[in-house]
């Protein structure tokens, strides 16, 4: 982890400092070695969150791209379950980094858990997982010529789409600094996806900024998806998502 409390105060590794983990109470020690970024571990492997993964670079670059106080989030279940956060907003959106691969189960508790989930997904772990994101802007439609950044595709292909697609949480793929994010809409499925391609920045910002009554912000942006998808759906040259959708529910 990245906090432990020390004398009552979050702070960041350090060498020789021992702190109390915010999450569970026990004893962490300060690891502050030249291999893996500094961190916190707990002094003796007890349990605490079985949902932590261990932290890389990588998620340390995104969790960094947010103000300090809202990283390590403990967020409470009614039933007393407690489980930390990577991120959650001023808007309560919860932000997951997630870099190694996930059980489906897991993944559906967190999406229950949280309910308002944004996952970002370590696309580069496999050189051609971003070759189906990429072939989709070439073959997927998009028809609103205003809305160049989306479209929909059919019968995504490829491991992460198969894996991702049908999360409840808003996805988005990170395939490297020189590609932008690659959006996922929740409930898209293996017949249908609707894709969007986002920078980083414009992603960022957007969750940094408080949104009012959804009028900016994340949300505002949710909201342009919807549109889209929504005149897609009602577009009559477009017949073959309502048959796929019957063949599906056949
Ligand atoms: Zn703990």
């Not at 007393?80 to 897991?106: L, M, P, Y």
Request: hydrophobic share 30%.
């Amino acid at each position: 982890m990245k906090f432990s409390l020390v004398n009552g105060q979050r702070q960041e590794a350090q060498p020789k400092l021992t702190g109390i983990c915010p999450a569970c109470g026990a004893f962490m020690t300060a690891r502050c070695g030249r291999i893996r970024v500094h961190h916190w571990a707990h002094t003796n492997q007890g349990r605490c969150d079985p949902w932590w993964e261990t932290e890389s670079e990588w998620h340390r670059g995104w969790k960094n791209q947010f103000p300090a106080e809202w990283q390590e989030f403990i967020q409470r279940g009614d039933t007393g379950e407690k489980h930390i956060a990577d991120v959650k907003t001023k808007n309560c959106w919860v932000i997951e980094f997630q870099h190694s691969a996930i059980d489906f189960d897991e993944r559906i508790s967190r999406e229950r858990f949280y309910q308002k989930l944004i996952w970002i997904v370590d696309g580069t772990k496999h050189k051609g997982d971003i070759e189906p994101f990429k072939k989709g802007f070439i073959y997927g439609q998009s028809p609103d010529p205003l809305s160049p950044n989306k479209y929909r595709t059919f019968f995504p292909k490829g491991n992460l789409l198969k894996n991702w697609s049908e999360s409840s949480g808003h996805v988005f793929f990170d395939f490297g600094e020189e590609h932008p994010l690659w959006w996922i809409y929740p409930g898209s499925n293996e017949t249908y996806a609707y894709i969007q391609s986002i920078t980083r920045d414009q992603l960022i910002q957007s969750l940094q900024e408080q949104s009012v009554s959804g009028k900016n912000g994340f949300d505002a942006l949710i909201h342009d998806f919807e549109s889209f998808i929504k005149r897609c759906e009602a577009d009559p040259e477009l017949p073959r998502l309502q048959r796929l959708k019957d063949i599906q529910k056949g």
